[in-house]
């Protein structure tokens, strides 16, 4: 059973810092096999953004509302992907979610929600003005 577990979220002032964790179970991010993992946000009445990605071929996709600020990373060892945030803003305050996924895909997919099919239960993340 493959399991997505975030943590990490809490509450920072603009400006400031968070990184959060996904520990994965149930499978491992790595070797020959074919996976993408990701980060999403969703804030309550909007749908599911894209904030990071990377795929077994190597490539990583950021959002653009993210880019130069938002670093994606593993830990091959842990079973643990890392979501760095710098330069927090009030608006990027939202829910954050961990996901997986075991197909291939084009690149221009891996910020789609919908492409992805394990989620981990979120973390908050709020950030104030």
């Known amino acids: 059973q493959i399991e997505l577990v975030e943590s990490g979220g809490g509450s920072v002032q603009s400006g400031g810092s968070l990184r959060l964790s996904c520990t994965a179970s149930g499978f491992t991010p790595s070797g020959d096999s074919t996976y993408c993992m990701g980060w999403f946000r969703q804030v309550p009445g909007k749908e599911r953004e894209g904030v990071a990605s990377?795929?077994?071929?190597?490539?990583?996709l950021y959002g653009d509302s993210v880019k130069g600020r938002f670093t994606i990373s593993r830990d091959n060892a842990k079973n643990t992907v890392y979501l760095q945030m710098d330069s927090l803003k009030p608006e990027d305050t939202a829910m954050y979610y961990c996901?997986?996924?075991?197909?291939?895909?084009?690149?221009?997919?891996?910020?789609?929600?919908?492409?992805?099919?394990?989620w981990g239960q979120g973390a908050q993340v709020t950030v104030s003005s």
């Open positions: 990377f795929d077994s071929d190597g490539r990583t």
């Open positions: 996901a997986a996924d075991f197909s291939r895909k084009k690149w221009w997919l891996l910020l789609l929600s919908a492409e992805f099919e394990y």
